[in-house]
T-cell receptor
Framework: KQEVTQIPAALSVPEGENLVLNCSFTDSAIYNLQWFRQDPGKGLTSLLLIQSSQREQTSGRLNASLDKSSGRSTLYIAASQPGDSATYLCAVGNTDKLIFGTGTRLQVFP | DTAVSQTPKYLVTQMGNDKSIKCEQNLGHDTMYWYKQDSKKFLKIMFSYNNKELIINETVPNRFSPKSPDKAHLNLHINSLELGDSAVYFC?????????????FGPGTRLTVT
């Protein structure tokens, strides 16, 4: 049974820092991995999708990497801003569904 | 230009009632999903439909009955609501077999059962 864990559960950093969010999964037989952002009381915004054959994806200040063999993905956020404050969720694509991690709640203070 | 929309956004009801949540997507996707986010913010798949056919039912009580009248719509009907059904319900869509395609989520429906 696939289990997805995210560390840390919460993170508070000053503006301008580069930071790394971690996601680990127990079954390496995945189709893809997707990173989402969720603002309080809002829906999910897709940030990046990494296919199982890819090693990383980049979008603006975000870079996500995938190491299937070790069951890990990282989301790197460069030059963090207060507007980056949100909960970040990773989700592993397995056959016909996404299996979500527990989330990292990020706060970036000015 | 809304991609995945849900109605209502908020739903407050009493135990024992029956309620429905509607979902529509205009992305041309052929697969739609319902996810539940509990009070601890954990998201879990409930159902998925491909071309109006059920492909996933994750041991959800049979009080929950999804209905897909066409590829663009997936509604969720809940009978005999219980306190434990209180949660945020998200609809999502993608192309079939999420291998190479992203899932896009609706804004969620916050259900409160009193």
């Amino acid at each position: 049974k696939q289990e997805v864990t995210q560390i840390p559960a919460a993170l508070s950093v000053p503006e301008g820092e580069n930071l790394v969010l971690n996601c680990s999964f127990t079954d390496s037989a995945i189709y893809n991995l997707q990173w989402f952002r969720q603002d309080p009381g809002k829906g999910l915004t897709s940030l990046l999708l990494i296919q199982s054959s890819q090693r990383e994806q980049t979008s603006g200040r975000l870079n996500a990497s995938l190491d299937k063999s070790s069951g890990r993905s990282t989301l790197y956020i460069a030059a963090s801003q207060p507007g980056d404050s949100a909960t970040y969720l990773c989700a592993v694509g397995n056959t016909d569904k996404l299996i979500f991690g527990t989330g990292t709640r990020l706060q970036v203070f000015p | 230009d809304t991609a995945v929309s849900q109605t209502p956004k908020y739903l407050v009801t009493q135990m024992g009632n029956d309620k429905s949540i509607k979902c529509e997507q205009n992305l041309g996707h052929d697969t739609m999903y319902w996810y539940k986010q509990d009070s601890k913010k954990f998201l879990k798949i409930m159902f998925s439909y491909n071309n109006k056919e059920l492909i996933i039912n994750e041991t959800v009580p049979n009080r929950f009955s999804p209905k897909s009248p066409d590829k663009a719509h997936l509604n969720l009907h809940i009978n005999s609501l219980e306190l434990g059904d209180s949660a945020v319900y998200f609809c999502a869509s993608s192309h079939y077999r999420a291998k190479d395609y992203e899932q896009y989520f609706g804004p969620g429906t916050r259900l409160t059962v009193t």
